[in-house]
C-alpha cells in the first residue's frame, strides 16, 4: 500500500463528536423546532421565536446535562401549552413570585421519565430539585407540607399536560427520545461496576447507575 504522509500533511477533519445521549436531545429539540445554542451569561433561556440558550458545559454541575436540560424546558412548553412557544421563557416572570407552573411541569417530568426508568437520570438540577426530589411516585399526588391551592393547581395540571403531551407537537419525539435514552442507559449498565472517572481525586459514580 502506498504511503500517502508527508511531512506537511494536516489530517482532515470530517466529524464532530457529540455525547451520544444530548445527540438524542439535540436532534429532538430541532424536530420540535428549537435551535440550541449555548450562552455563558446564563443557564437557559428562550427567546419565543425558537432559540434555547443554555449554559456551556464548564459552568453547569457535574450531573447536568445538555439533554436533560432540553427535556427540562420541553416540559415546561408543554405544561404551560402549545402557544407558548411564542412566548420568552414560556411564559414565566423569572423575576416574579414562584409560579405554581413551575411545579406542574416538574411533576409533569417526573411523569414522563417514568414512562421509560428515567426518573433519576434526566433529573433538573437546578435549584428545583428539592421539590422534585419529593415527589411521590404517584407523580399527581400533592405534597401536604405545601401550599394546598398550588399543589392542588399544579398537579391537576401535570396531569392534563400528560396527556396533552401525547398530540402534535411532542407526541412522537418526545417518547422516542426517552425510549432511545433508555436503551443508553440499559447499554452501559454492564459497565458501571468498573467505571472511573478521569478526573483525580473525582469519586461521585455515574449518573446512568440509578
Not at 72 to 86: M, Q
Not at 107 to 122: E, M, P, S, W
Not at 179 to 188: G, I, P, Y
Request: hydrophobic content about 40%; glycine content about 6%.
Amino acid at each position: 500500500m502506498k504511503d500517502v504522509w508527508t511531512p506537511d500533511y494536516e489530517r482532515p477533519i470530517r466529524s464532530r463528536y457529540v455525547d451520544p445521549v444530548d445527540l438524542v436531545w439535540f436532534s429532538t429539540a430541532r424536530r420540535l423546532g428549537l435551535t440550541i445554542r449555548r450562552n455563558g451569561a446564563i443557564f437557559s433561556a428562550t427567546d419565543g421565536a425558537g432559540l434555547m440558550e443554555l449554559g456551556p458545559r464548564a459552568t453547569l454541575d457535574p450531573d447536568d446535562c445538555a439533554a436533560q436540560m432540553i427535556f427540562h424546558e420541553i416540559c415546561h412548553w408543554i405544561t404551560n401549552g402549545a402557544a407558548t412557544f411564542t412566548a420568552r421563557d414560556w411564559g414565566f416572570d423569572l423575576d416574579g413570585d414562584l409560579d405554581w407552573r413551575e411545579h406542574a411541569g416538574l411533576r409533569l417530568q417526573a411523569a414522563l421519565n417514568d414512562t421509560a426508568g428515567l426518573r433519576r437520570v434526566l433529573a433538573p438540577t437546578s435549584q428545583y430539585r428539592a421539590y422534585y426530589d419529593a415527589i411521590p411516585e404517584d407523580p399527581y399526588q400533592p405534597n401536604p407540607s405545601l401550599d394546598p391551592e398550588s399543589e392542588r393547581q399544579a398537579c391537576a395540571r401535570a396531569r392534563v399536560a400528560f396527556v396533552e403531551a401525547t398530540g402534535a407537537p411532542w407526541g412522537d419525539a418526545v417518547p422516542r427520545a426517552l425510549a432511545a435514552t433508555a436503551a443508553l442507559r440499559e447499554a452501559v449498565q454492564p459497565f458501571l461496576s468498573t467505571y472511573a472517572t478521569d478526573v483525580e481525586g473525582d469519586d461521585l459514580p455515574s449518573i446512568w447507575r440509578f
